[in-house]
């Protein structure tokens, strides 16, 4: 008794799985379809990939941040995060400013 399939078992394996897809396709679009695509995923702050991943999840009815890794899935725009963050750089500086001033007014008295 052999220890190793036989050919006719190795094909019929190979006939019955299906392999799952990859993640990874090659598409080719027209250049001018390319170049609106790229324009709205800029205005929209995100990458190229982001934006057609997320547009083609809403044609299938699936909400866009569903498993794909590697990409940013936040409902914040690079923008306004930024703006976020130098408010809160400013926030934190103020609270700051005011800790040391309450401080000397109640070391000097």
């Known amino acids: 008794m052999s220890a190793q399939p036989s050919a006719s078992e190795v094909d019929e394996a190979s006939r019955t799985k299906t392999p799952s897809p990859s993640g990874r396709l090659l598409l080719r679009m027209p250049p001018d379809l390319h170049g609106e ?15 057609i991943i997320a547009r083609l999840s809403e044609s299938v009815g699936r909400p866009a941040g569903d498993g794909e890794s590697g990409t940013r899935h936040s409902s914040v725009s690079p923008t306004t995060l930024t703006r976020l963050l130098v408010a809160n ?21």
């Open 37 to 51: 695509l790229a324009q709205a995923a800029e205005r929209e702050g995100t990458s190229l990939n982001g934006y």
């Open 89 to 109: 750089v400013v926030a934190v500086t103020v609270a700051a400013a005011a800790a040391v001033v309450i401080l000397l007014v109640a070391w000097l008295g």
